[in-house]
């Protein structure tokens, strides 16, 4: 796991933000966010994760549990595996999810993570494109492929989830390709969600200023700032 800050400074109060499977600061509409929050007031700290772990709690839980037990963070952002690994640790800050990976999507994605997890190996095997590396709008990535270790330890989590925390604010697309969006609406209630028009990654779509507004509203004063909002 590698973590950079951006924005640092005595006067600003620090936020973390945990990055989604294969996104990092170098990707312009990551760098994109990151800049919004950072010209907000904040001091970023963005987490990138590793794409392939074989252990949920080594690679991602331990790491940012001993990242946070320093610093005082009032809230953290968390988008797709980020908001998996947010959801499991049990930190008391307010909680700012987008689309977050709580539930393998229905269809094709189903039956491929089914099939990898059965098989016994932690080599990447399938290539991610589609999967859960598709974006609203592309940018270059690595090629990456997915390992049956990390789909069975992805499973595991999902599967494990502890209660929802009602300080936390859910930003979720009704037409996200990548994460389950039931699996969001049936751990989310009305009052803690907000609905955008746009895919997987609302900083890669065309009404992403808006939505980065009440990212910021609902990072400021909870979900209360944001209900009932949508676009």
């Known amino acids: 796991m590698e973590i950079s800050v ?12 945990v990055l989604g499977w294969g996104n990092h600061p170098g ?3 990551v760098a994109w966010l990151i800049d919004g929050l950072v010209a907000a007031g904040w001091e970023v700290h963005a987490a990138t994760l590793p794409t392939n772990a074989s252990s949920f709690e080594r690679a991602y839980m331990r790491p940012l549990a001993s990242y946070v037990t ?22 008391d800050v307010r909680r700012v999810y987008l689309s977050p990976w709580w539930g393998v999507r229905e269809g094709v ?8 997890a059965a098989l016994p190996t932690s080599r990447p095997l399938v290539p991610a494109a589609g999967s859960v590396g598709d974006i609203s709008e592309p940018t270059p990535r690595e090629t990456t492929r997915l390992s049956p270790a990390f789909v069975r330890e ?11 925390r009602p300080d936390s604010t859910v930003f979720c697309s009704l037409t996200d390709a990548i994460v389950s ?12 969600l907000r609905v955008y028009d746009g895919g997987h990654e609302f900083f890669s779509s065309t009404g992403r200023a808006a939505v980065l507004d009440d990212v910021i509203a609902a990072l400021r004063d909870g979900p209360a700032a944001v209900a009932g909002a949508s676009t």
């Open 154 to 164: 992805v499973r595991r989590a999902q599967a494990s989830l502890p209660a929802f």
């Open 181 to 192: 969006v039931a699996a969001i609406g049936e751990r989310t209630p009305a009052a803690n």
């Open 27 to 29: 990707q312009a509409n």
């Open 109 to 116: 994605q189903s039956a491929v993570f089914r099939a990898l």
């Open 70 to 91: 320093d610093r005082a963070f009032d809230a953290v952002v968390a988008h797709s595996l980020g908001g998996l690994v947010t959801a499991t640790l049990d930190w």
């Open 6 to 17: 951006h924005g640092d400074g005595d006067d600003r109060e620090p936020v973390l933000v």
